[in-house]
């Protein structure tokens, strides 16, 4: 591992030890690199919506813990400015969903990613696009 990426992940540990919505969402980390993360967590009956079926803010919030981590892990504090995302199949409890994050364009004060969450069976069950806002702040 390059020293790149041992900050992405010494700054990844300390935002994860601080995000208890993320730790309650169970999310464990896959890899980080800089830019870059991959992330997974299993769906439990309470994410289940009035429906009876799994709430849409679980898979925005694995996405949106993704992108976190893939564009603060440069050390610089980054916010999100704009997001999307499309469910493209339905998600069960039980599940367990894997958010990769890919940076497809790191500014000056900006910066875009893709984060892609599938499913056990590598199924695509959603697609988040992130656009984040750069800070002059440090994380670590």
Not at 32 to 39: A, L, N, Q
Not at 94 to 99: E, K, M, R, T
Request: with cysteine; aromatic share 8%; glycine share 8%.
């Amino acid at each position: 591992m390059n020293t790149k990426d041992e900050l992405a992940k010494q700054v990844v540990d300390k935002v994860m030890s601080n995000d208890l919505f993320s730790q309650w969402l169970g999310i464990s980390l896959i890899d980080i690199t800089e830019g870059y993360s991959k992330i997974q967590m299993t769906v439990r009956p309470e994410m289940m919506n009035g429906l009876g079926i799994v709430h849409g803010g679980i898979c925005f919030s694995l996405a949106d813990s993704a992108f976190a981590f893939a564009c603060n892990n440069r050390n610089v504090l980054s916010v999100a400015l704009d997001t999307s995302i499309n469910f493209t199949k339905p998600v069960h409890v039980g599940d367990v969903l894997i958010a990769e994050a890919k940076e497809l364009h790191n500014g000056r004060s900006t910066g875009l990613y893709h984060i892609t969450i599938t499913n056990q069976h590598a199924h695509i069950v959603a697609l988040f696009k992130g656009t984040c806002f750069r800070t002059n702040k440090k994380l670590v």
